[in-house]
């Protein structure tokens, strides 16, 4: 029995993709080939009167040359809201990785225990 999972992708999908067609240089026809998806597809999801399974979404990026990230989400989308938040992140991205490493575990250290603590007292 195939498992079939649904979700919606962000509505600026269709735009995403068309951008990232264009900026290749592709045709409609020619990302349909690329991704070995059909033609009509690619004009539905472009037009947002469809949503791609993960396989295909995966073809896309793969025939676009792009992360399913840059696909599907805007560089808003993907990292912190908050300015502060936002100036860390570039200032750990400026350090050595196992600096980066350390910082990685202390800040999974803490979500953790404030996870766990909401978990605690909701229960």
């Known amino acids: 029995m195939a498992f079939t999972m649904n979700w919606i992708l962000p509505v600026n999908f269709p735009i995403r993709l068309i951008q990232h067609r264009k900026e290749q240089g592709l045709t409609q026809q020619a990302l349909a080939d690329a991704s070995e998806l059909h033609i009509t597809q690619v004009r539905r999801y472009e037009l947002g009167e469809a949503q791609p399974t993960l396989e295909a979404l995966i ?7 792009v992360s399913l990230d840059e696909l599907v989400f ?50």
Do not use: C
């Not at 073809?59 to 040359?65: E, M, N, T, V, W």
């Not at 400026?94 to 979500?111: A, F, N, Y």
């Open 74 to 123: 805007d560089d808003r989308d993907r990292g912190p809201s908050n300015d502060r938040l936002v100036f860390l992140f570039e200032a750990i991205e400026q350090l050595k990785k196992d600096e980066q490493s350390v910082i990685r575990e202390l800040l999974e250290g803490m979500v953790f225990k404030y996870q766990a603590r909401r978990w605690t007292q909701a229960s």
């Open 59 to 65: 073809k896309l990026a793969k025939a676009l040359h």
